[in-house]
């Protein structure tokens, strides 16, 4: 092989990552902006390729080839801004700008655009809420105007008609709009009333698709829970039955992208067919079209939808790479296939899934050849070696997007990922086959997926363990900082891994960082300490107390009076999305940290007490909650949530109190909450109008808790009796250092402590933390145990 067949094809490479980072960028400006962008980039071109064309002659073949890679970029610049600035002006259209600005009631006409999706945990009692991406066809609005424009729309609906629904589908919905969170082509969020009149069917293929899809989750459904559910999900990426602990620990060991259809599904596929082809010694024609119609079936199977053609694209782009053995082919494809993707639907560009497909081919290309040949030459078996090579390839091409993610870097994600290599494409040549037969031999297709179940199993297994390794994941910066410091990083790495000198000096300093610090970490693990069940952060003067759902997600009440502060609350637990914010009252205290919930993060949705008052922290909330298109539930007595490892259920207030010494505390939201069997109640800024009318309205012991948050930063506005009823093992006080109201009142704290409770103080102890294990409740402060509860 020759020095230039090793060298990767770049020629392309500038105008597919040009054209994907303007339609990004694109995604978050407006339309002018964008093709503004545009038109200045073809100038600077069409200047670029004068010059170069008029002054050949004087200059060498290295100044040329620069010139002619920057004129690819700037096409790539002028292909993005123009397909993207196209697609913002239907989603900025004016008229339908107006509708969502009135909010009024609307009726539209839609077409799905991919299946109904429920969100995680949901109201005790309620059907959880749907997410139906759709098409608008055509919308009228409350004074009779109508509007067609064919933008994009997310429907969020509560009715269970709506899960039945197929792509491709037209259907009329009633509802109310309101702002996108923005940051893609989504133009309205419908919220949704009543169920959707359906004005014809699906096409053939998304019914077809629609019934092996059923054959299969009927298949699964006398398998075990963990690994039944997981089977759905790695051969369609239909993840409803998916329990929640499997997902966190698939997070928590890199393994998610086996919960989604990716490009490495359609791989394993058609390569099943190209091996069988092979064996067959069929002539290569029939072998291609035999792997041609392998891609269409198994994308019918998945549904058609723009992330299964992105991961079809990818797929045969590294399958091709694989069969022909050209990477230098292959790569031109790959970057002709993203220029291609995201002129198409500029929305990709801003897909995480999208970045994680191509990042994962991409290193599937340009650095597994060459690992997996480094390996060979030091003894290594082949296939030892591509079993190596690829996996880990993949996933440090995709860390810097995960790292940005999820805050963290995993250390487990490749020892994990290499662990279930074997597992995967038997697991998913049988979940297909198992689909493909369930409408003619259920019997079969449930044999089928027994069989396919043990190696779901084992990918479980590793999870599982992989997400309990001590130390397992390091925090880091998230966001689009995080993630670009880690791509520097890595390439730096990459760059400087060429000399074996820093090769051995990077082996050595990491074995001696794992070496030095693990012991440490397993012995101290640090923040938040394992087995805790409600947090009170440090904040100042207001409350943040968090209850956690599952790893990376809690349920959060009161948000502080700073978002940096809420925000780092947040960070210091780890907590990536919050499926629940409540709202115990409107003043500042409680309200003014907001914004650092939001922040990086997805809250699912909102609560808040039915007293609008103050006016200034409810129009915060609500604001807030308007511009990431989160809704706003005003919640009565006798609510109800559960999610994870949290049921919550509001106490009060039993009914509005008026005339008292503040009615905004004593209709604050009194929450009892229940975390591995552990009582909290948690009391807001409730007074001792509110306590009193609690404890005459609930039952003898509807008060008892193991924890209390004490009302209102511990002030002396508190009825003794509602405290003795409560008889709480652990006390915790919000409260800011230094304060002037004279929070916490000493009496109160010291009828606490009298009751039998450990009392601990925001203001004095810092972060503080109940755990529960073994031994039962203990209180940590920073990671410090200071005490076992007495009870």
């Known amino acids: 092989m020759t020095a230039d067949a090793k060298v990767p094809d770049l020629r392309l490479a500038g105008l597919a990552v040009a054209a994907w980072l303007t339609a990004l960028a694109g995604l978050h400006l407006t339309a002018a902006r964008t093709l503004l962008a545009a038109v200045v980039a073809a100038a600077v071109a069409v200047l670029v390729a004068v010059h170069l064309l008029g002054f050949v002659g004087r200059q060498g073949a290295v100044a040329r080839r620069f010139g002619w890679i920057t004129v690819a970029v700037l096409i790539g610049i002028v292909c993005g801004g123009a397909a993207t600035s196209a697609r913002l002006a239907v989603r900025d259209a004016g008229p339908m700008r107006a509708l969502v600005e009135d909010g009024g009631h609307v009726t539209a006409e839609l077409v799905v655009r991919d299946d109904p999706r ?45 899960r039945g629904l197929l792509p491709g589908q037209r259907i009329t919905a009633e509802g109310r709009l309101t702002e996108p969170r ?32 059923a054959g299969l989750q009927r298949a699964c459904a006398p398998l ?20 929640d602990t499997v997902e966190e620990d698939f997070r928590a060991t890199g393994m998610t992208h086996l919960n989604a259809v990716s490009g490495s599904n359609v791989a394993i596929v058609v390569g099943a067919v190209l091996l069988a082809a092979r064996w067959a010694r069929v002539g290569p024609t029939l072998a291609v079209v035999l792997c041609g119609l392998a891609l269409v079936g198994f994308v019918i ?8 053609v992105r991961a079809a694209t990818m797929g045969a782009i590294g399958l091709a790479a694989l069969a022909t053995g050209r990477p230098r082919a292959a790569v031109p494809a790959l970057a002709a296939g993203i220029a291609v993707l995201v002129l198409v639907d500029p929305d990709l560009a801003g897909d995480a899934g999208f970045a994680l497909s191509v990042l994962a081919t991409g290193g599937l290309l340009l650095l597994a050849p060459r690992w997996r040949d480094g390996l060979r030459r030091r003894g290594v078996p082949a296939g030892a070696a591509e079993a190596l090579a690829v996996p880990a390839a993949a996933q440090l091409a995709c860390s810097p997007v995960i790292a940005g993610l999820s805050g963290t870097v995993s250390l487990v994600a490749v020892p994990a990922n290499l662990l279930v290599v074997p597992a995967i494409a038997p697991a998913t040549v049988l979940g297909v086959l198992a689909a493909t037969i369930s409408p003619v031999w259920p019997a079969g297709a449930q044999a089928v997926a027994w069989l396919a179940h043990w190696p779901a199993w084992w990918l479980v297994l590793v999870a599982r363990h992989g997400a309990r390794v001590p130390a397992g994941n390091l925090p880091w910066p998230g966001g689009v900082s995080g993630a670009l410091l880690l791509a520097a990083l890595t390439v730096a790495l990459l760059v400087a891994a060429r000399w074996p000198v820093v090769r051995r000096l990077v082996a050595v300093l990491t074995t001696a960082v794992v070496v030095g610090t693990l012991p440490v970490r397993v012995a101290a693990p640090g923040w938040p300490p394992k087995g805790w069940v409600v947090v009170a952060c440090a904040v100042g003067q207001g409350d943040v107390v968090l209850l956690p759902v599952a790893p990376g997600r809690a349920v959060v009440v009161d948000a502080g009076p700073d978002p940096a502060a809420a925000d780092a609350c947040l960070r210091r637990l780890g907590v990536r999305r919050v499926p629940l914010l409540v709202v115990s009252h409107f003043h500042v205290d409680h309200t003014g940290g907001v914004a650092g919930v939001f922040r990086d993060r997805r809250v699912d949705t909102v609560v808040t007490p039915r007293w609008p008052e103050p006016a200034i922290g409810r129009d915060l909330v609500h604001d807030t909650a308007a511009v990431h298109g989160t809704p706003v539930v005003a919640a009565p007595a006798g609510w109800r949530y559960a999610a994870g490892a949290v049921d919550l259920v509001v106490l009060g207030p039993p009914y509005p109190m008026r005339g008292t010494r503040s009615d905004p505390n004593n209709n604050s939201l009194v929450l009892r909450a229940t975390v ?51 008889a709480p093992a652990v006390a915790l006080v919000p ?57």
């Open 676 to 726: 591995a069997g552990v009582r909290i109640l948690l009391a807001g800024d409730a007074e001792t109008e509110e306590q009193q009318a609690l404890r005459e309205h609930l039952p003898p012991y509807g008060l008892r808790a193991d924890v209390l948050k004490v009302a209102h930063h511990g002030s002396a506005y508190q009825d003794p009796a509602f405290l003795d009823a409560i």
């Open 735 to 791: 409260v800011g250092a230094g304060n002037t109201y004279g929070h916490p009142n000493e009496a109160v704290l010291a009828r606490l402590s009298r009751g039998g409770a450990r009392v601990l103080r925001t203001d004095l102890d810092g972060d503080v933390a109940v755990v529960v294990g073994p031994s039962g409740l203990a209180v940590v402060s920073g990671g410090v145990d200071l005490t076992r509860a007495n009870r």
């Open 301 to 308: 199977l998945v549904r058609p939808s723009p992330s299964v």
């Open 118 to 162: 429920a969100l995680r945990g949901g109201i005790v009692g309620r059907p959880p809420t749907l997410l139906v991406p759709a098409r608008l066809v055509t919308v009228t609005g409350p004074a009779g105007q109508r509007v067609t424009a064919p933008a994009r729309m997310l429907v969020l609906a509560d009715d269970p008609a709506w």
């Open 224 to 243: 075990p829970d963990d690994p039944g559910g997981l089977l759905p999900g790695l051969v369609v990426g239909d993840t409803s039955e998916l329990p």
């Open 182 to 213: 923005g940051g893609d082509l989504t133009g309205a969020v419908l919220l949704a009333e009543g169920e959707p009149v359906r004005l014809g069917s699906a096409s053939v293929l998304q019914r077809a698709a629609g019934l092996l899809r």
